[in-house]
């Protein structure tokens, strides 16, 4: 098999951060109801790039999770990231702190840190190396600004559980918040689960022992195949579509090379971009939820469940292709699998679940082309070569030399003191050169980050997403808004997401279980930054005063 990857390498520094005022629980709330059915667990099933029309495009063939899911819970058919980067590390910040990433701090999977001179990655941390591998850089929450939900649990209930696993490192060590009980993720390199320094010294026997019991090793020989009789692909864009993986990869079945004879480094960084990598975190988190006791006692726990193959699988293949419904049907049964577990370990009516995503994705603009919708896909270098001579005419309208642009991450970093050394104000500088890129056609909107931050009294649509990504101090000298339906993109392979515009921010939002309404749609627009408010109440805990979210009364039995 050979995976197109976009999966982004890897980086960190202290975000000191302190446990805020807290609300007691009022009648006010309306919540008497929900405290009493309180849950003695939650899982939170993150979805990565879980698009919202997921749920009911291919609701005629799902049978297992997702259907009890969205039959018997409360589901909100508007739920919105109600921001404009829409990447991984920022959506899982936002869905566990209840905040916008304008507070919590998480403003990409990496950013520029202006002060640091340099890019810096959502989770890294020299001072907490990995646990069991030496080549993997450390890793911890500390650029986390909030507290998340799991930490407003252990406030008011420090003998709660707190856990989070994934197969990618940021999302569990986001969703975990600051003083979690336990955050494992995949090593890519050697199949195994890990942790870092920052959670403990010496992780449990049980965790040693999984990686050793050969369960990430049993796909080698299988591969992925079909599951499914044709007619449930018969939707999708076809088995051959030329701009899937790279282009040659792109037919079922996907196997993995197995000239070597056994599990080698190649099949455990492909593992994760197939079905089995979620498949595999359930084996991990059901052995979790055994071991620590999850759900054991009436106190409650929290599990975060990051489910990361869906992400993969949408990079290479886009949501329209066979691929993408075999591994959403996979999900369905894997869903399954945890329902029937939680039922049978906890017991029926004992927990509750919420899914939601981190983001969504864009259909591949060749796709788009064939349902009558205008994309373009404009490749990496040539969008690079564009911003810069727009960039460099500024500059030559103002008589400065020398490099201006400092980066490009999240949105366009500018050396201001270049332009100070000529005379020029840093907000005419970010105006002048602001006015050039506004002349490209496939930019829609250009923004100063005066302009983000001016005190305003109205809604202003893409503009208030902007503002609410990133903090002043983290914000780019221009953010700009693509024309929609542009991918830019490193090849002519694949897609991504990342932009304010529906695609990316629409996402699926439901709870289901103890303390929920049964089998309710909510039409009304929601955000995601009040999923953790939301089920903070069905914990029988008030959010803190300051998050950015409100409670869903609709979740909530009466
Ligand atoms: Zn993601
Ligand atoms: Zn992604």
Known sequence: MNQQNLRQPTRCRCGIVSLRIFLTLGAALGVTAAAQSRPRLAVVVVVDQMRADYLDRFARLYTGGLARLAQDGVVFDEAYHDHAVTVTSVGHATIATGCYPEHHGIVGNSWYDRPAHRKVYSCEDSTSPVIGDATLPGRSPRRLQRPAIGDWLKQMSPRSKVFAVGEKDYSPILSGGLHPDGVYWYDENNGDFVTSTYYTTRPPDWVGEFNRSGVKDRYFHEGWTKNWPESAYATSHGDAFPNENDGVHTTFPHRFDTTGGHPDSAYYYELPATPFGDELLFDFARTLIQKEGLGADSIPDLLWFDAAATDLIGHGYGPDSPEMIDNLLRLDRTLDS?????????????????????????????????????????????????????????????????????????????????????????EDLRQQVATRLRQIPFIDEVMTCNELYAPHAVVRGYRDLYQHSFPRTLAPDLAIRLTEYTLVSESKFGTTHGSPFAYDTHVPLIFWGAGVTTGHRVKDRVRTIDAAPTLAVLLGIAPPADVDGVVLKDVLAR
């Open 338 to 426: 945890l329902l029937g577990f939680l039922e049978s370990s906890v017991g029926a009516g004992n927990y509750t679940v919420m899914l939601t995503s981190d983001h969504g994705v864009l259909p591949f603009p060749e796709d788009l082309s064939r349902q009558g919708i205008v994309g373009a896909r404009i490749l990496k270098k040539d969008y690079d070569t564009t911003i810069a001579n727009a960039v460099a005419r500024a500059a030559a309208d103002m008589g400065i030399a020398g490099k201006l642009i400092l980066s490009q991450s999240g949105g366009i970093f500018l050396d201001t003191t270049v332009a100070l050394d000529r005379g020029v104000a840093p």
